[in-house]
């Protein structure tokens, strides 16, 4: 069974295997490394040497999946003892946690599949989303991280906005539909009406419009980008300049080189051919006929359609072929009518949209490449008061932080006019909790976790430590990146000489990154006693360096207990991103939604998408 295709009752079901593995191990993931030396965080929980631990996650590492060996599985639950609680089989409960990440419960699709579904569902959409013309290559303006996320994830916007414009083509395929088809000009005009239907993107979160501009000068889609910081927006307007000229440098090359294919091609060797018009601003069609003597008509379209993008489409018979396949024989071939016969009330009609797309046309080549929009959004947020111009659109968020991931899930839900969602979410650590026993997080409103109702009746609460531990990167951390290990030990070391020689040691003022700016421990314990204003003079440096000889032995302790965090962190991930999969499955409008990975880990550990699709059909009467 395909991922996509799930039930909400085997959600419910995953759902329920994670929690019953996390039920048992998430302690270990809530432990702060502060306290590990303070409160002998490794006696409470393990009943095993640190070095049994490396040595087995570095096997399983190596060896991907681990083998069971060792204590009966009668007496343990995922290797902890059931009599003291103790972990006592590391291979156990390596194995479990691989089992109940997102890969091993199979709940994920592939970016490709993703792709390859959308364009199966559709069986008569067999046109591309029409980009500019302009080839881009956007490790030319960022660095590989963000340009491998940008490439991955435009494409899959941008599929899905096509997606929902060929579904309402369909949907439209009645009379209404048909008269306004049957009044093109000529059958290639019947591609370009695709365009016409979602050409709106919502970048929520879009920071420096990485994603939003890209996103325009790619795929020809109009974007608003919103961001909170003002900051943000007006780097992101300074950068929409500058890949203007960028954009219009790869378009006049573009046009030069269609240009010269053109004119390769013979006027006899083709029935019908576009051309610019006299004033180079109005498409022309010329047909031919006998005697080689042409007949001048002209289109009647969208102004908003980019010429380039017309001709790449028109390059492309297999995809007009699939499109055409679709419609009656009488609208396909429909005749074309010379000017000489048209009525003086025709004429007029069509040189007044000949005016009006001429005058649009030199808007839009003024306008930005995308609109960065400053403005703080949640689910509540009215969209037509920030956007006036919106229709139809496709809401995104590439690594939006916190709840702004759930706030752009219950905003896609909550507002008809959005068609598709496409959320990639981050830094979890910063996610309110609804069911939080302190209730500090989720005094604002709405929490960001749990969001679907299922695990809301459940009263299901992670803990800001766990949450921070699925943050960490397993696949890099497996490769030696990822943790500073020295700056861990030497922040739990200074807990303990706060705790044996100064009574505030769980002051509210924060050591913050002491470690980056320090050579040695006792450097760091004296700037970490400055910056907590507290009297340094108590300590000399030898007594300093004595806490670190008498615990540095103790080391591999915390290297291993970080390394079971690591191992958990993709099973609390998991259920986090199942929380919000969930939430789509319980809404009865969305027609698809599934979890997608889309970037690959290593240079993008945050790399599964949050997708969702409407049903129109339900969503216009809405």
């Known amino acids: 069974m395909k991922p ?53 996650v570095s096997r399983s590492e190596q060896q991907g999946e681990p083998q069971h060996v060792g204590t009966e599985p009668s007496r343990t639950t995922f290797g902890f003892c059931r009599d003291s609680n103790r972990l006592v089989d590391i291979r156990e409960l390596l194995q479990a946690a691989k089992a109940h990440s997102l890969p091993g419960l199979g709940v994920c699709m592939s970016r490709d599949e993703l792709l390859q579904d959308l364009k199966e569902n559709r069986p008569h959409s067999g046109i591309p ?26 494409e899959v916007v941008a599929s899905l906005a096509h997606h929902c414009g060929v579904q309402q083509v369909e949907e439209h395929l009645g009379d209404t539909s048909l008269t306004f088809l049957a009044h093109s000009c000529c059958a290639k005009q019947l591609l370009r009406s695709i365009s016409l239907f979602i050409t709106q993107v919502i970048d929520v979160g879009s ?29 992101a307007q300074e950068r929409n300049r500058k890949l203007k000229k960028f954009s219009r440098a790869y378009q006049k090359h573009t046009k030069a080189a269609e240009t010269q294919v053109e004119a390769t091609h013979s006027p ?20 031919v006929g006998a005697g080689n003597e042409s007949r001048e008509e002209v289109l009647i379209g969208s102004s908003d359609v980019n010429p380039a993008a017309e001709r790449r489409s028109e390059l492309n018979p297999e995809t007009e072929e699939l499109f055409l396949s679709a419609l009656s024989l009488d609208v396909i071939q429909a005749p074309r009518v010379p000017p000489s016969q048209l009525s003086a009330e025709e004429r007029e009609r069509r040189k007044r949209e000949n005016l009006e797309r001429k005058a649009q046309r030199r808007t839009d080549s003024t306008g930005a490449v995308f609109s960065p929009l400053t403005s703080y959004v949640t689910a509540e947020t009215e969209l037509r008061e920030l956007i006036n111009e919106l229709e139809d659109a496709v809401v995104v968020g590439l690594h939006t932080c916190g709840d702004l991931a759930p706030s752009t899930l219950r905003m896609f839900v909550a507002k008809p006019e ?91 003022k924060r050591v913050g990154n002491v470690y980056s700016k320090t050579k040695t421990f006792v450097d760091y314990v004296h700037q970490a006693l400055r910056r907590l204003e507290l009297d340094e003079s108590k300590l000399s440096d030898s007594d300093i360096q004595n806490y670190h000889d008498t615990y540095s032995v103790r080391m591999d302790e915390m290297h291993a207990f970080n390394m079971l965090k690591v191992t958990l962190a993709p099973c609390i991930e998991g259920l986090i991103l199942l929380d919000r999969l969930c939430y789509l499955k319980e809404q009865e409008d969305v027609s698809l939604s599934a979890l997608v990975q889309l970037f690959d880990p290593l240079l993008s550990p945050r790399c599964y998408a949050v997708v969702g699709l409407k049903s129109y059909g339900k969503r216009i009467t809405s």
């Open 207 to 235: 920071g420096k419009g990485y994603l939003s501009s890209f996103l325009s000068l790619q795929y020809n889609l109009r974007v608003y980008g919103i961001d909170s910081s003002s900051t943000n927006t007006h780097g």
């Open 4 to 56: 996509s295709s799930f039930s909400l009752t085997e959600i419910h079901r995953r759902i329920d295997e994670v929690k019953r593995f996390l039920s048992r191990t998430l302690d270990i993931a809530n432990a702060h490394t502060v306290d590990f030396y303070t409160q002998d965080v490794w006696s409470r929980f393990m009943a095993l040497r640190p070095e049994e631990v490396l040595l087995a």
């Open 418 to 508: 959005l068609s598709a969602v496409c959320s990639v979410g981050c830094c979890y650590h910063l996610l309110s909790e609804e069911f939080d026993p302190v209730r500090r997080e989720c005094s604002h409103g709405l929490c960001g976790f749990p969001l679907s109702q299922y695990l809301r009746d459940q009263s299901w609460f992670c803990g800001r430590n766990a949450r921070m531990s699925a943050c960490l990167a397993l696949e890099r951390v497996s490769l030696g990146q990822g943790i500073q290990m020295e700056s861990l030990f030497y922040r739990a070391v200074l807990h303990v000489i706060l705790r044996d020689h100064y009574s505030s040691y769980k002051s509210e």
């Open 268 to 287: 006899q060797e083709e029935s019908a051919e576009i051309k610019p018009g006299l004033n180079g601003d109005d498409d022309v069609l010329y047909g």
């Open 129 to 154: 989303p029409a980009g500019t013309g302009a080839d881009l290559e956007p490790d030319e303006f960022m660095n590989l991280k963000k340009s491998h996320e940008v490439q991955s994830m435009s």
